[in-house]
């Protein structure tokens, strides 16, 4: 299907903070990433996040032919104008992640995108890393560390993505391969966005604190900090993941809060998770890059900073665009799949070895 030169693929991202689908361009043979491409952002309407909410936390077999119908149309109408595109990675909207029970569930029909689009579609990335004992998750160390390499790091450094959950990635650029030992070490810190983004639209009907702005207004309730760290999550070694919903206990510890202390709280824990996790990397890292949504808290930012050891910057600081890091992932994690390359590792989910995972679908 792709020959060994580089290739034009294109990603698509949905993430569990449910703002939208974002899609973008990379060029790479599949180990190194050579350029970056075009980019574009669909937002959900309303009604449609409304939907895709209704089903989160469903499995295969639940009713979910209406999110399944928001998902297609919105994929299908961001990727369509993407011409060039050789290939495309189509991760699809998690909706229930339980590596250790039921499995990972991402809704999404890459067949159906595949006769939509009338292009190759890799998806379902991630059953086969569980089904090897992994976690499934996160996904995109790999490709952090082209991107290291891409801005031709030399010391460690790590890749903090606030989206609706957080993960960070430990890389090594130093070692040539993500697959090696002492490469990566990647997992979830806690909670990110979702939360604080689930409060606000209960409360406010808002689907996010824009710029941090009310958290600004608030005061930490440091009593419900000590009780969310008390969770035995923070104290499990990784590689580990979690579900969107996993911290739920969050709501109930801010419920009698104001909304500016109830925001001010989320954004602390979501923080905290992550100094707690930076504990576990292999050496310190010499900085810390931010993606996802949380980068545009400066709040969280601030609280960032006064945490660790060393500097905390936007991945734009190397070059990066931080909207569209993980639809990037996702196109370059296609390459790798259609040339039968790992796309996770022992050190990034747990899996027992360096697997690739993905399914592709190709128009009839």
Known sequence: MLGPDPVWAVGAMSGTSLDGVDAAMVQTDGRDVLTFGATAYREYRPEERAILRAALGKWPGDDLDAALDVTHSVHAEVLNPFEAAQIVGFHGQTLAHDPKGRGTHQLGDGQALAETLQKPVVWDFRSADVALGGEGAPLAPFFHH???RWAKLRAPVVFLNLGGVGNLTWVDPSIDRPEKPDAL???DTGPANAPLNDLLQERLGRAYDKDGALAAKGKVEEGALELFLDDAYFRKLPPKSLDRDDFALMLDLVR???????????????ATAVMIGIEHCPSEPERVLVTGGGRHNPVMMQMLAAGLDCPVEPVEAIGLDGDMLEAQAFAYLAVRVARGLPTSAPSTTGVRAAVAGGTISRPS
């Not at 909304?259 to 001010?264: E, M, V």
């Open 185 to 187: 070490l990647a997992f």
């Open 256 to 270: 009698e809060l104001s909304d500016a202390d109830a925001a001010a709280t989320m954004t602390a824990m979501a």
């Open 146 to 148: 082209a991107c290291a």
